[in-house]
């Protein structure tokens, strides 16, 4: 059974980087799985901030893409997200998620998640 | 970008009754639509995939269907521990979420 495991400050100071990682146990992060992170500020919806590969390759929610990286590393079964320039409206609590896919390859879908961390951006 | 909108933003109900929750896509999306559940302080769970296909051990009385790029989430019988907050998410053109149903018991 993969699981996963964010993990980084609760506080984060306006202008700064909110810096989280997503470990992986159960499973290797180098499989044909994408690997997001998804955040969901306090009482709010939930919104996808991107995606990376086990290769490396990423996509992002183009409203967040100026100032998100995601990256990997698999030597560490884990990988990262780095969100800069935060204000209050950062605040949230944020996953980190596998997007599996059934057998036929065609449907994707977030299988797997990490229980949340709460990332509060304050002085 | 695809935009899901997701209606109502919450309802209440009675133990037993069909609730009925719709996500309507901005543009075609095809069968790329998941639903999951979000109890209090947890992640979301996997319910729907495929628009129609319910994953395992999803009991029954959820389901899914597809009218062009209307999308249809029902509960047949709403239960007790059906109480939650239900998203609709696309994964045709990288990925959305509806803006969620809180479900509650009247």
């Known amino acids: 059974q993969v699981q996963l495991q964010e993990s980084g400050p609760g506080l984060v100071k306006p202008s700064g980087t909110l810096s989280l990682t997503c470990a992986v146990s159960g499973g290797s992060i180098s499989t044909s799985n994408w690997w997001s992170w998804v955040r969901q500020p306090p009482g709010k919806g939930l919104e996808w901030i991107g995606e990376?590969?086990?290769?490396?390759?990423?996509n992002y929610n183009p409203s967040l893409e100026s100032r998100v990286t995601i990256s990997v590393d698999t030597s560490k079964n884990q990988f990262s997200l780095k969100l800069n320039s935060v204000t209050a409206a950062d605040t949230a609590v944020y996953y980190c998620?596998?997007?599996?896919?059934?057998?036929?390859?065609?449907?994707?879908?977030?299988?797997?998640w990490g229980q949340g961390n709460l990332v509060t951006v304050s002085s | 970008d695809i935009q899901m909108t997701q209606s109502p933003s919450s309802l209440s109900a009675s133990v037993g009754d069909r609730v009925i929750i719709t996500c309507q896509a901005s543009q075609g999306i095809g069968y790329f639509l998941n639903w999951y559940q979000q109890k209090p302080g947890k992640a979301p769970k996997l319910l729907i995939y495929g628009a129609s296909n319910l994953e395992t051990g999803v009991p029954s009385r959820f389901s899914g269907s597809r009218s062009g790029t209307d999308f249809t989430f029902t509960i047949s019988s709403l239960e007790p521990e059906d109480i939650a907050t239900y998203y609709c998410?696309?994964?045709?053109?990288?990925?959305?979420f509806g803006q969620g149903t809180k479900v509650e018991i009247k």
């Open positions: 998620a596998r997007e599996g896919y059934d057998f036929s390859g065609y449907y994707r879908y977030f299988d797997f």
């Open positions: 990376i590969s086990h290769s490396g390759t990423t």
């Open positions: 998410q696309q994964h045709y053109s990288l990925r959305t």
